[in-house]
Nanobody, 111 residues
């Protein structure tokens, strides 16, 4: 299984970014997947999950209403649309599936 996140960058508070995660080596359409993040000096935090079989999404309270997780099964790609970004969203973001975690992408929210 290979997971590669991209789309991070530097954005001002209130701005938006869309992260993508290209996946291979798995049955993507049947896989529930997650976004997690790690801020400097802190533990990993769960951000969001999309459950493929039941078509359900869940979010951490800190991002609910601002972030949207989605999948494009035809492209084997997971997305995270992030709106109204806050400085506390600054972290390296990773996509995960089961025990697999790919390389992350840095998101920095700063004025």
């Amino acid at each position: 299984v290979q997971l590669q996140a991209c789309g991070g960058g530097l954005v001002q508070p209130g701005g938006s970014l869309r992260l993508s995660c290209a996946a291979s080596g798995l049955t993507f359409s049947e896989s529930s997947m997650n976004w997690v993040r790690q801020a400097p000096g802190k533990e990993f935090d769960w951000v969001s999950t999309i459950y493929s079989r039941i078509n359900r999404t869940t979010y951490a309270d800190s991002v609910k209403g601002r972030f949207t997780i989605s999948k494009d099964n035809a492209k084997n790609t997971l997305y995270l649309q992030m709106n109204n970004l806050k400085p506390e969203d600054t972290a390296v973001y990773y996509c995960t599936m089961g025990v697999f975690r790919g390389q992350g992408t840095q998101v920095t929210v700063s004025s």
